[in-house]
Every structure is written in structure tokens, then in C-alpha cells.
């Protein structure tokens, strides 16, 4: 069964899309944790980081460069900003499609949540 994002990435549901490229779609997130909230997700459906292997650090590699672009693009850069992969259980995973939040517009905490 496909994913609630990959249900996006087929424009079988809607989202704020802000950038796509062949590997990956970045978008809004529909519950914001920051006034800044941007989803990025590759196409391939790999389930978590922790299901990740040697084979995916290319894609791996592009998503983190691309997410420093939407950063810069959506004008968030140079005030600061945190990316994230939220794994299982324990790391706060809802959605099993491997995904980077990135979240600025605001002071971000140290130790986070
Ligand atoms: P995580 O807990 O790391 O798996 O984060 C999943 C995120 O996905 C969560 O912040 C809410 C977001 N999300 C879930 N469903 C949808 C959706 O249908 N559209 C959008 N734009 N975001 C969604």
C-alpha cells in the first residue's frame, strides 16, 4: 500500500508544494510545529532512516543539499533552521515514508522533545 505521501508525490491528495525534482518533493506540513514547517520526501518509499542502506546515500546525499536550497529559497536560511528525521517508535514517526522536517521562523530548544 502506498503512502500518504507518495498519495502527494501522485497528486492523489493535495499539499503546498515547494519544490520537486525526480528524486524527491518537498511541502508544507499540514500541522506545523514552527512558523516555518517544510516536509521533504524522497520518491522512493523507503520506510525509515532506519531501513536506509549504503545504496541510498546518494538520494540521501540530495535530499539534505536540497533541503539547504528550500531553506535559502523560502528566505529562512540566515536566521537559522533545524532539519529532522523523526525513527520508529521512540523518535516520534507517524508517517513510515522517510521524510526530513524542516522547521525555522523561530528560536528552536535544545534539548528538543
Ligand atoms: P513524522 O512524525 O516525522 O512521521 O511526521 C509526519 C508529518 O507529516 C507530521 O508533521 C504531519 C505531516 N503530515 C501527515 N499527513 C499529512 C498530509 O496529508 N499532508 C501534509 N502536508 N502533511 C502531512
Request: aromatic letters at 6%; one cysteine or more.
Amino acid at each position: 500500500m502506498s503512502s500518504i505521501f507518495t498519495k502527494i508525490i501522485n497528486r492523489e491528495i493535495p499539499a503546498v508544494i515547494v519544490y520537486e525534482d525526480d528524486l524527491c518533493i518537498s511541502f508544507r506540513d499540514i500541522d506545523p510545529k514552527a512558523p516555518q514547517h517544510i516536509l521533504l520526501v524522497p520518491k522512493k518509499e523507503i520506510k525509515s532512516l532506519a531501513e536506509a542502506t549504503e545504496n541510498d546515500a546518494p538520494l540521501l546525499g540530495h535530499l539534505l543539499i536540497k533541503a539547504g536550497e528550500i531553506a535559502r529559497d523560502q528566505g529562512f536560511s540566515d536566521s537559522g533552521y533545524r532539519v529532522v528525521i523523526n525513527t520508529n517508535k521512540e523518535g516520534g514517526q507517524a508517517v513510515y515514508h522517510i521524510h526530513l522536517h524542516i522547521l525555522g521562523g523561530r528560536q528552536m530548544e535544545w534539548p528538543p522533545g
